[in-house]
């Protein structure tokens, strides 16, 4: 009964998660339609990867006995290919210094998880330890994922708009933290149960959020978000050009007057 309990709370987390991992398509349909992103943030999607990429490696046997955790496999590989898809659009569509920031937040997490795979193939030899030490990981890395949408928390009570927090993530997140825990309980395994202990309130937060403005008017944002360096100094240099406009036109009022006295 226990066992078929788990796998049953297992199903439903992966449905719950298919469902969080989907959820952005509507956002980026939305910036190839109009090939901007807007206000959006890419640090959501970049973390979701890393969450994905650590606990895929986690639930296969090489690191857990077995297929134990097959559906944390399952769910977490399609993931990986979601979120992937995702960062190459907002990659696509995104400014040169906005590309520069993609790389600089996505490389790193590459490395990390070449390393863990690395480090627990051929530094630990037991199915315990190497849970032990990729779990770890990975507890950090879902605590970051689901904490991660609190980035537009600030720009949401700022604004009191809710236009760039999507409805459906905070959802879905909310859904699939909460299955994750009991999932993670059942299966006596701290390391699927703890981040979705932290992750369930954050969630939950984000969707107070939501009802709380979600009537307000949305708010235009500055239309430039990242200082354009070319475009300041073009109008530091048109501004300059006006000073010496007026300090010759003075020069002139000033010589005239002086013949006339």
């Known amino acids: 009964?226990?066992?078929?309990?788990?796998?049953?709370?297992?199903?439903?987390?992966?449905?719950?998660?298919?469902?969080?991992?989907?959820?952005?398509?509507?956002?980026?349909?939305?910036?190839?339609k109009k090939k901007n992103i807007e206000g959006f943030s890419c640090v959501p999607y970049v973390l979701a990867l890393f969450n994905c990429c650590l606990?895929?490696?986690?639930?296969?046997?090489?690191?857990?006995?077995?297929?134990?955790?097959?559906?944390?496999?399952?769910?977490?590989?399609?993931?990986?290919l979601l979120e992937?898809?995702?960062?190459?659009?907002?990659?696509?569509?995104?400014?040169?210094?906005?590309k520069k920031e993609v790389a600089k937040m996505v490389v790193p997490i590459i490395l990390i998880c070449v390393?863990?795979?690395?480090?627990?193939?051929?530094?630990?030899?037991?199915?315990?330890?190497?849970?032990?030490f990729v779990g770890s990981i990975g507890l950090v890395a879902s605590i970051a994922m689901y904490a991660s949408p609190l980035v537009v928390v600030r720009q949401v009570i700022k604004t009191k708009s809710v236009e760039f927090m999507p409805f459906y993530l905070s959802l879905f997140s909310f859904l699939a933290s909460g299955l994750w825990m009991a999932y993670g309980l059942l299966s006596h395994d701290l390391f699927l149960a703890s981040p979705n202990m932290v992750g369930t309130p954050l969630c939950i937060l984000q969707l107070i959020l939501y009802f709380k403005y979600r009537k307000n008017p949305v708010k235009e944002l500055e239309p430039q978000k990242w200082p354009d360096l070319e475009y300041n100094d073009d109008k530091l240099k048109q501004e300059f050009k006006l000073e010496e406009k007026k300090d010759q036109s003075m020069l002139v009022v000033t010589e005239n007057l002086s013949t006339k006295t």
């Not at 898809?85 to 400014?95: M, T």
């Not at 795979?117 to 315990?128: L, N």
């Open 1 to 32: 009964m226990g066992e078929r309990l788990r796998l049953a709370v297992g199903v439903m987390g992966n449905v719950a998660s298919m469902l969080l991992y989907a959820a952005p398509m509507l956002t980026f349909s939305r910036v190839m």
């Open 115 to 132: 390393a863990t795979g690395i480090i627990s193939t051929f530094v630990f030899h037991e199915h315990r330890r190497r849970k032990v």
């Open 84 to 98: 992937i898809s995702f960062i190459l659009i907002y990659f696509w569509f995104s400014s040169t210094k906005g």
């Open 55 to 80: 606990y895929t490696w986690y639930g296969l046997p090489i690191v857990s006995y077995k297929w134990e955790d097959f559906p944390v496999v399952t769910i977490n590989g399609i993931g990986i």
